[in-house]
């Protein structure tokens, strides 16, 4: 076989498989870029959610915060127990505003409810609360 | 990432990030649950409608509702099943009973 005869071809035919491979490898750059890209866009949502969720329900401030469950309410009808990262409190003849205003109050703090008893008794709530952070 | 590492560098440990990812999800979880079943109970309350009693532990919930007729009681029944209650009245009165578990 003459080979010099078909030169121009192989020439041809050695620049398009080299073509070929550039773009082959051009495509998996853009492809693991978007990967490495995807991943680490991921890495950082789920570090925000970790912090996010660690300010919530780690908030320093929230022993502050559940004191105020005692001041919500008239002294006379309330009964705090605190014990380091826990708390329990008795409150009695809670009027209907009263107990709203509680349970409101409850709902909006970042504390684990452990218990939560509400019980009428004639016109008046009783109510039993144990939690922990 | 760099900037969150250095902003919080108790969080560069990738074991202690799962670790408090854990933690956090599944407290989120169950306080998220709890509060929205308060609320959805707390909307069950209409005129006619007085809760009696209520009780929620880290697993179940159980709250009583005293109807002031058989006609308010009917209509807290549609709507408790509407929010997906399980609910069983009382025998002898028109008080509705709803439990479920957390």
């Known amino acids: 076989m003459n080979w010099k005869r078909y030169q121009n ?3 041809v035919l050695l620049a398009f498989i ?3 491979g550039a773009f082959l490898y051009k495509n998996g750059q853009i492809s693991s870029q ?3 890209m995807a991943s680490s866009k991921q890495a950082v949502n789920e570090f925000k959610e970790i912090v996010a969720l660690k300010r919530v329900w780690a908030d320093k401030k929230i022993s502050k915060k559940v004191e105020k469950l005692k001041e919500l309410i008239p002294v006379s009808k309330v009964t705090w127990s605190k014990k380091s990262k826990k708390v329990t409190a008795s409150y009695k003849s809670l009027t209907s505003k009263e107990l709203n205003k509680l349970v409101t109050k409850i709902l909006n703090l970042a ?4 218990q939560l008893d509400i019980q009428k008794t004639g016109l008046t709530y009783q109510v039993e609360f144990k939690c922990k952070w | 990432m760099q900037q ?3 902003e919080y560098p108790s969080l560069r440990s990738k074991m202690q990030r799962d670790n408090i990812a854990t933690k956090y999800k599944r407290i989120d ?3 998220r649950k709890k509060r929205e ?3 959805s109970l707390a909307g069950l309350i209409f005129k006619g409608v007085t809760l009696t009693s209520f009780t929620l532990n880290e697993k179940n919930y159980k709250v009583q509702f005293a109807c002031s007729d058989a006609k308010v009681a009917k209509r807290l029944n549609e709507l408790a099943k509407k929010e997906k209650f399980n609910t069983s009245k009382v025998s002898g009165s028109d008080d509705l009973q709803i439990e479920g578990t957390l």
Not at chain 1, 111 to 114: A, D, L
């Open chain 2, 4 to 6: 969150l590492l250095d």
């Open chain 2, 37 to 39: 079943v308060m609320k």
């Open chain 2, 29 to 31: 979880t169950v306080e």
């Open chain 1, 18 to 20: 080299l073509m070929f």
């Open chain 1, 34 to 36: 978007a990967e490495s």
């Open chain 1, 111 to 114: 504390v684990e409810i452990r």
């Open chain 1, 9 to 11: 071809e192989l020439v």
